[in-house]
């Protein structure tokens, strides 16, 4: 079957102490299949809407890279159908180092892409701003389509851009992407904050009020303790790793982890080979070649050449570490899909997310646990903003400050 590749039986073997691991790869597809028809596999970050944007040939042009044919790239709807995803998070990524193109103006571009490549495909993608939203478009059959703002730059410190990319459909935000913030340290640039300031108190407590997922991914591990230490709702890593295993500055400590116990929330581990396999993450180390700046296809593909590949197992190592760490109910899925021919082996593109499951089930994983990794932490992440947002709102007004009240 085109999903399931030998390798899972090399590297995963057969056990008698658990009849979960004799289980054939025909009968563990037919098992993840049957998970993923009756829950939505909810991944929380695709960035094919900046592919959209830098294309070569008609950029920002939708029509153009038609989603309904087989791309190039990783990201299209036949292999994201092929793949069963049932929800997804659009990343409308802009980079940080290019303020003198306007963040606001270049954030609005990509928004709107999004907007535009979910209303093309009626049939396929469904516009969703809530949980319930959600399981009500998996279950007329459409991929739930949500929206993330990649890096808190796009807001230009001010609270009521905020709100109004909330209003917009934004439904969760990264506090920085790899350039530091006037008021929140990134962990790919040189800190000046001490971690989070007053006024990225006053952010975190606005998204509270809103229901907007705070997302932790490329904030240093002070900002990320900081944040947690006033946030009133669950936060999330739209796509992160666990830094025990793999040595990257983009991974979180084990000391991040242990406290989303305490907050209720969920670590998306990510597919991106030097987060997920300690001799990629070496590679980029040894060659000074970090992803800060690294934001044209060019650069991206002469990166994916040079790296060495991962596997399905180096993911399947990761999950599995922050389970047993935090537990079951704090780990989800944040591929970071991005065009580039870098991804793991037997992950190479949207299609083949069935072949994570079904090394899982190989593994011995039982179906309750399957489903809480695909989808159902995350929309208990999604529901409890949402239900704290609607209490926090009877008592809280907008905030009015601006970042100039704290200087």
């Not at 796009?154 to 439904?171: F, K, T």
């Not at 936060?235 to 084990?254: E, K």
């Not at 190479?348 to 989808?375: H, M, R, T």
Request: with cysteine; glycine share 6%; charged share 25%.
């Amino acid at each position: 079957m085109k999903y399931l590749l030998p390798f899972f039986i090399i590297i995963y073997g057969c056990s008698s102490e658990n009849p979960s691991k004799n289980i054939s790869e025909d009968d563990a597809f037919k098992r993840a299949k049957k998970i993923l028809s009756s829950t939505p596999l909810i991944d929380t970050h695709n960035d094919v809407a900046w592919t959209i944007r830098n294309r070569k040939q008609a950029p920002r042009d939708i029509y153009e890279f038609d989603l309904k044919k087989n791309l190039d790239g990783d990201t299209d709807i036949p292999r994201l159908r092929e793949g069963m995803v049932g929800g997804q998070f659009w990343s409308v990524f802009i980079p940080g180092e290019v303020e003198e193109f306007g963040y606001a103006k270049m954030q609005l571009e990509q928004i709107d892409i999004a907007h535009r490549m979910i209303e093309l495909y009626p049939d396929d993608l469904e516009l969703a701003l809530t949980a319930d939203d959600i399981i009500n478009s998996f279950k007329r059959g459409k991929i739930a389509s949500l929206i993330g703002i990649e890096g808190a730059h796009a807001i230009e410190n001010s609270l009521g851009a905020l709100r109004i990319y909330y209003r917009l459909g934004v439904r969760y935000m990264t506090l920085s992407h790899n350039v530091t913030l006037d008021w929140v340290d990134a962990v790919m640039d040189e800190p000046k904050n001490d971690g989070l300031t007053e006024f990225g108190n006053e952010v975190v407590a606005e998204m509270n009020r809103l229901g907007m997922l705070i997302d932790l991914s490329h904030v240093s591990p002070k900002a990320m303790s900081d944040v947690l230490n006033v946030t009133e709702s669950p936060v999330i890593f739209s796509h992160s790793n666990a830094r025990s295993l793999t040595s990257h500055a983009r991974n979180v400590p084990d000391s991040i982890l242990v406290r989303l116990k305490d907050n209720g929330g969920v670590v998306m581990l990510s597919f991106i080979p030097f987060f997920v396999s300690q001799e990629a993450a070496d590679f980029i180390e040894a060659g000074d070649k970090t992803i800060k700046g690294c934001n044209t296809s060019e650069c991206l593909e002469a990166l994916a050449a040079e790296s060495p590949k991962a596997n399905v197992g180096h993911v399947v190592e990761h999950i599995e570490y922050v389970r047993d760490l935090v537990g079951i109910d704090h780990v989800g899925i944040g591929s970071d899909y991005y065009g580039s021919a870098d991804m793991p082996i037997g992950l190479e593109d949207v299609s083949k997310y069935p072949n994570l499951f079904v090394a899982l089930i190989q593994k011995g994983w039982p179906d309750e646990d399957l489903k809480k990794l695909a989808g159902e932490n995350i929309l208990r992440v999604i529901r409890t903003n949402e239900t704290n947002a609607k209490r926090i709102q009877k008592s809280r007004r907008p905030s009015t400050k601006v970042i100039e009240d704290y200087n």
